[in-house]
């Protein structure tokens, strides 16, 4: 399944590396790409290991906020 998800406070190469990286490394997840420019995350994962509300749950404790 892949999402998209709209995330606030990325502003740097650092911030896509560290989104990237943190969701790179939860069980389930096959790929991960992040768009500085447009505030985008889209990841690509296996439902049956992951859901949507754990991979919100890495960004924001990677200190960045979802919007609704």
Partial sequence: MEVN???EGMS???CKA???E??????GVNDV???LDSGLVDVDFDETAL???????EIED???DIVK
């Fill in 5 to 7: 998800i709209k995330v």
């Fill in 22 to 27: 943190g969701l790179s490394n939860l069980n």
């Fill in 51 to 57: 859901n949507l509300g754990k991979i919100e749950e």
């Fill in 18 to 20: 560290s989104v990237t």
């Fill in 62 to 64: 990677l200190g960045y």
């Fill in 33 to 35: 790409k992040v768009y």
């Fill in 12 to 14: 740097c190469q650092h």
